[in-house]
């Protein structure tokens, strides 16, 4: 199946420091979406991404939807200790085609 | 309002045992899926269904059926559990082909030994 690279798999960062990850697939996709996931809960969405070169940010989150489809990335700014958790970064094929990368394990120390 | 609702929240099961998970939401979603989450994977579907009364495979819909006789309801069977069933199991509903934002529910963990 199509794959989506997401990287980096972890982070280890001090409290106040920015973060970026991102996701690159051979594959175009028609949207991308950001999910965070915390320990016994599913997944919840973040940032949504429907357009190629759309840049849409959600309070300390920024998110932008690359010129070539393939590709996405996510920035936190300012990380606070709440933020720890698994990233995912989802693009979607087709209609119900929802392809998800392997996640980034963020972790903040205060 | 629960949004989706998973259960049971873990099962362990022998090899070759039987087991249904149910999903339920209460937001009047059409889509449904179910989805299996892997140690150092992304998650992977498994089925979906668009409507009441319809399905459709996912990526990996070995070894699973599932039936949609509810708007509402949405259940993953495995016939004949194996050890590769091993995972966390996820539901997620979105409430039209014009919104990709899923919801998901907080997960089953299943152990088959």
């Known amino acids: 199946g199509q794959q989506l690279n997401q990287s980096p798999q972890s982070m280890f960062i001090q409290e106040g420091e920015d973060v970026s990850m991102n996701c690159t697939s051979s594959?175009?996709?028609?949207?991308w979406l950001w999910y965070k996931q915390d320990p016994g809960e599913g997944p919840v969405l973040l940032i949504a991404l429907y357009k190629a070169g759309e840049l849409t940010s959600n309070g300390r989150l920024t998110a932008q939807f690359g010129i070539t489809r393939k590709d996405s990335f996510l920035n936190i700014s300012a990380s606070i200790p709440s933020d720890v958790g698994i990233y995912f970064c989802?693009?979607?094929?087709?209609?119900?085609?929802?392809?998800f990368g392997a996640g980034t394990r963020l972790t903040v120390k205060p | 309002n629960a949004g989706v609702t998973q259960t049971p929240k873990f099962r362990v099961l022998k090899t070759g045992q039987s087991m249904t998970l149910l999903c339920a939401q209460d937001m009047n979603h059409e889509y449904m899926y179910w989805y299996r989450q892997d140690p150092g994977m992304g998650l992977r579907l498994i089925h979906y269904s668009v409507g009441e009364g319809t399905t459709a495979k996912g990526e990996v819909p070995d070894g699973y059926n599932v039936s949609r006789l509810k708007k509402q309801n949405f259940l993953l069977g495995l016939e004949s559990a194996a050890p590769s069933q091993t995972s966390v199991y996820f539901c997620?509903?979105?409430?039209?082909?014009?919104?990709?934002?899923?919801?998901f529910g907080s997960g089953t963990r299943l152990t088959v030994v």
């Open positions: 989802a693009g979607q094929l087709g209609n119900n085609d929802m392809r």
């Open positions: 997620a509903s979105r409430e039209s082909s014009a919104n990709y934002g899923y919801t």
């Open positions: 594959s175009i996709f028609n949207t």
